[in-house]
């Protein structure tokens, strides 16, 4: 009787489930800031958009360096403690955002927030203001990017444990839909909470849900071979790959995982690193920068009914489109007979052409807001289906125990590259907002000119990316530790 007409038991799909919370748990800790930076920080801390392009660089740049760590953590700590432990770190860092006002206030001697707020724009009690509250900032963002940089390294590994690898990308999809999700709820809670209880109690009550999170794992995940939850059926279909190799569970075990610094010695791993380097930073680019865009662009606050439901579209665009990304080389591999890495890089040159709607966004958006929205969240759904692939393309070359460690590799060159995006961003801005007319671009002046600029590159992003990954492997060749 063949594994389809056994009686099976599900057990990966629910693991697949928590793993999609943890990711929008984590794109919710990530979104608050941008969502309460406009209206609610900016005016408290008398920053500028430069102020604001230093911090989420340095996210991403902090976040670049530990995962390069990250990865190989998770391999070493194992998938169940090691994921417990990053979200710990993370839900704590997103926690102690809340205390920035009031230690902002007590090292520059104010006797409360309110009395910080009220000093004079300019003033060098603002800008040292601006400097402390800053460098505390800094801080919370970087024990959060500590935390955040094991999500994806740790659901990785566990997908790889979990799914054949014809299903790892649509399970990849499904979890990392997460990001989107997470995305498309926070402008409907986090504006509403920081306008009703504060902008404090935002980060605290959000990031107080990863702690829920830990109950359900430390009791629900286990390696398939050890689980009760998962019968002979499930565990011969998720090893169906190896099904000729008759020690499949002493592999997995005994498995030799590749050194770190050997990675770097394989074209594949530069393969994936090029894919993340020139992508990530779009998708954080329109993560951190869309509610301000939609506040300076078209007047839309973020906790004003049109400004939620200008980014409640752009992510749920994201969400609806995005979760068909990982199943397409699904239909390329069972109904084209492709092999699982060609049909990856089909999906992948197919969606990489998605982003290039971005380019239409500013021009278009002389005539109504709706269109930017529409348009990035369409560049958005790309990249989520993008990166479903990409990352699935690990299992594909590298063996189980080393898949962590090629995660958080690419994820670091996906940081440092959002690092730039996010820097340059930040100082183009100001200085465009600053030149006001002198500053032109295609037509557009000032700040719509700085804009239009960056959606440029993210709209070619992809389609430089895929032709740098094709280039360096063009051909499916596993790599065996």
């Not at 793993?19 to 930076?37: E, G, K, P, W």
């Not at 479903?388 to 962590?404: E, Q, R, V, Y």
Request: with cysteine; charged share 15%.
């Amino acid at each position: 009787m063949s594994t389809q007409q056994k009686l099976m038991s599900n057990w990966r799909w629910w693991l697949c489930s928590l793993l999609f919370v943890a990711t929008t748990v984590n794109y919710l800790d990530r979104q608050v800031l941008s969502l309460t930076y406009e209206e609610f920080i900016k005016p408290e801390f008398h920053w500028t958009d430069a102020d604001y392009g230093k911090i989420t660089s340095f996210f991403s740049i902090f976040y670049a360096i530990a995962c390069l760590f990250a990865g190989k953590f998770v391999d070493w700590m194992g998938t169940k403690r090691g994921y417990l432990i990053a979200i710990f770190v993370w839900s704590l860092g997103a926690c102690l955002h809340a205390a920035c006002g009031w230690a902002t206030a007590h090292i520059e001697g104010f006797d409360s927030v309110e009395a910080m707020r009220a000093v004079e724009v300019g003033s060098q009690a603002a800008l040292g203001v601006a400097s402390t509250a800053v460098w505390l900032f800094l801080l919370c963002r970087g024990i959060l990017a500590l935390g955040e940089a094991g999500n994806f390294p740790a659901a990785i590994k566990v997908t790889a444990e979990y799914f054949p690898k014809k299903d790892r990308a649509f399970a990849t999809s499904l979890f990392n839909a997460g990001a989107s999700v997470g995305a498309l709820a926070a402008p409907l809670c986090i504006p509403p909470l920081a306008k009703h209880f504060g902008w404090e109690m935002a980060f605290i009550i959000i990031g107080g849900l990863g702690f829920i999170w830990m109950f359900f794992w430390q009791f629900m995940y286990d390696k398939p071979e050890k689980s009760k939850h998962v019968n002979e059926a499930e565990l011969e279909y998720i090893h169906q790959d190896d099904a000729n190799d008759k020690v499949v569970t002493e592999q997995v075990v005994n498995e030799k995982a590749i050194p770190m610094l050997q990675c770097f010695k394989y074209k594949q791993t530069w393969s994936f690193i090029a894919g993340k380097f020139f992508t990530d930073g779009v998708w954080w680019f329109f993560l951190f920068w869309a509610p301000s865009y939609f506040q300076n662009q078209f007047g839309y606050k973020a906790s004003s009914g049109m400004g939620q439901a200008l980014i409640f579209t752009l992510y749920a665009i994201v969400t609806f489109i995005s979760i068909g990304g990982g199943y397409l080389p699904k239909v390329f591999v069972e109904k084209r007979g492709m092999e699982p890495y060609s049909g990856r890089m089909l999906a992948m040159m197919i969606f990489a052409f998605f982003p290039l709607v971005a380019l239409a966004a500013q021009p278009l958006g002389q005539y109504s807001a709706w269109w930017p929205a529409i348009l990035i969240g369409l560049a958005g759904a790309g990249h989520q289906a993008w990166s479903a692939n990409l990352f699935s393309t690990i299992g594909d070359m590298f063996p189980k125990s080393t898949i962590a460690t090629i995660t958080g590799i690419g994820a670091m060159a996906g940081g440092i590259g959002s690092m730039l995006i996010q820097y340059v961003a930040g100082q183009l801005f100001t200085h465009a907002e600053n030149a006001g007319e002198a500053f032109r671009f295609l037509g557009f002046s000032g700040k719509p000119a700085g804009y239009f600029i960056m959606f440029c590159f993210c709209g070619l992003a992809y389609i430089i990316a895929w032709s740098i990954m094709k280039s360096l492997v063009p051909k499916h060749k596993p790599i065996e530790a």
